[in-house]
Structures are given as C-alpha cells and as structure tokens.
C-alpha cells in the first residue's frame, strides 16, 4: 500500500460521504442545466417551425400545378412549374413596379443613414443646448403612428402638386426611417472607446477624420442592423403609396400585389408566386446582413 492509500484510508469517515454528497449535487446540477437547456431548444425549435411553415407553403404553393392547389388534402410532393411566376411577372408594369420599389426602398434607407450618422454623433458626442430635448423628439417621433397622419401628409402633397410622385413618397419613408435610425446609431457611437477618437485626434487628426478613420469602421454592425430595419419598412409600406399615389406607373409592389390578388381572383398559385416574388429581396437582404448585425462592435479595434 502506498503513503496516498494509506492517508486515504485513514481519513475521517465523515469526509467521504460529504465528498460522495458533493458529486452527486454537482451531477445533479449538470443533469438539470442539460435538461434545461434541450428544453429551451426544444422550444426554439417549434417556433422556428411555426414561423417557418407559412413561408414554406406560400413557396410550396407558387410551385404547385392549379388541380394540386386546390384540392382538399394539402400536397406535399409534387413536380415543381413555373407557369404561376410567368403569369405574375406577365401582369402589365409588373417591371415597373419594381423599379419603382427599389428606387424608393433605397433612396430612403441612404439618406436616412447619412443624416442619422451626422446627428447619432452629435447626440453621442457633442454637448450643446437642447441636446436633451432633441433626445426626447426623436423618442416621440419613433413612437408616433405614422398611420394618423395619411390625410395631413395627403393635403400636404396636394397642396405642393406632389401627389403621385417618388419623390414624395422617398422623402416620407425617409423621415419614417429617420428616429429610428438615429437612436440605434447613437447608441452604438456612444459604445466605441473615446480613447480611439482622442489618440485619433493627438496624431494629428480633425475630428471629421478621426469619425471616418475610427468610428465610422466599428459602426458595421449599427449600419447593418437600421439598413435592415429601414429596407424592410420602406419595402412593405401599403398605406402612403395607396393614398398618395394613384397613377398606376408610380406604384410600388405592395399595392401590386394587393391589385393582382383582385384581378385573378381565386389563382392562388399565381397569388402565391406573386408573393413569393415581393419576398425574395427582403430575404436575401436579411441573408446578407444578419451575420453582420450580430457581429461584435470593436472587437480588435484594441490591440492587446
């Protein structure tokens, strides 16, 4: 017997039942922090499938043949046909709508970033009168429902002549887009290190140069995640488009989509390939960003 053996065995008996007691509390401990955890993947996993599902039947069904959409029980393998796509991209200034989607889409979410940048920092940055106040009015105006104001924004574009207008409708997503952006992009100037800015600025720097040089960068994250919020608010807005204009060359796809659903009635392979349609662009977007929004700030930015 060795000299461990022998210190073991002549350990106090009471020790070894407490260390018995000890392992047993820590696998119990573990034993429940797995289950726990299956648990919430488990969850995570079905509403991951109820939000999923309809996505799926809306493809599903733009693929379907007429005699397999409308039968009683659902059709789950089936041969794929495009013919209901050609049917929705068949439908007179379909082309144009989408010009017209992208176009506005695009136009708001750049000038929402450009104007958001410059006053996120101000906020972030600058000490100056009223800055509280300015908080406080872009808090209000992210929470103000844009819907109440369809007949001031109405007389207002009638009264200018600015009905049935991109313009009109770039410059409305653009102030729509705007609270929200500005208070994201704050929050995330306010958490880059001040200490880059001001090693910036002892090298030699301007302040224009130290936010281009320093800050801008470390804002992929801010940039991405209100590029996303902006696109898909500007992409599905119905409401402005459908009271301000009515020329049928100024639509944008939402109100497309809602008058294709009218003009071919019961063609749900068609309504389904038109809506599989407006979806795409938001899903590669999102596809394209998602990875980015998540990403760390300033990770590297410090070198250790």
């Known amino acids: 017997m060795t000299a461990t053996d022998k210190a073991v065995a002549q350990a106090p008996a009471t020790r070894r039942p407490l260390a018995a007691r000890d392992a ?8 429940t922090k797995r289950l726990g955890r299956i648990g919430l993947n488990s969850v995570a996993l079905a509403l991951t499938v109820l939000f999923l599902f309809p996505v799926y039947w809306m493809f599903s069904t733009s693929l379907k043949s007429n005699s397999q959409v409308l ?10 046909t495009f013919e209901h796509y050609s049917t929705a991209t068949g439908v007179d200034l379909f082309w144009t709508y989408v010009r017209n989607s992208l176009v506005v889409t695009l136009a708001a979410v750049l000038l929402a970033l450009l104007v958001a940048l410059a006053a996120g920092f101000a906020i972030a940055r600058l000490h100056f009168r009223g800055r509280r106040g300015m908080v406080l009015v872009v808090m209000m105006a992210q929470m103000a429902p844009w819907e109440i104001l369809i007949i001031v924004m109405y007389l207002n574009a009638r009264d200018a002549q600015a009905l049935n207008s991109l313009v009109t409708l770039i410059v409305i997503y653009f102030v729509m887009a705007l609270p929200f952006t500005i208070w994201t992009l704050r929050g995330f100037i306010a958490a880059v290190p001040k200490e880059l800015e001001e090693a910036a600025l002892i090298d030699g720097c301007t302040r224009t140069q130290a936010f281009f040089r320093i800050i801008f960068p470390l804002l992929a994250p801010g940039l991405m995640a209100t590029s996303l919020f902006g696109f898909i608010m500007a992409w599905n807005e119905y409401a402005m488009v459908l009271v ?3 020329a049928p060359e100024m639509a944008t796809l939402p109100l497309w989509l809602t008058q294709f659903q009218t003009n071919f009635g019961n063609d749900w392979g068609a309504t389904m390939a038109a809506s599989s349609l407006f ?10 960003l998602q990875r ?3 990403g760390g700030l300033s990770a590297g930015a410090v070198k250790g």
């Open 279 to 288: 979806t795409v662009p938001v899903l590669i977007v999102f596809i394209l």
């Open 71 to 80: 039968v009683k029980d659902p059709v789950f393998f089936f041969t794929p």
């Open 24 to 31: 047993a509390a820590s696998a119990r401990a573990r034993r």
């Open 244 to 246: 301000l204009n009515k």
């Open 292 to 294: 980015r929004v998540t």
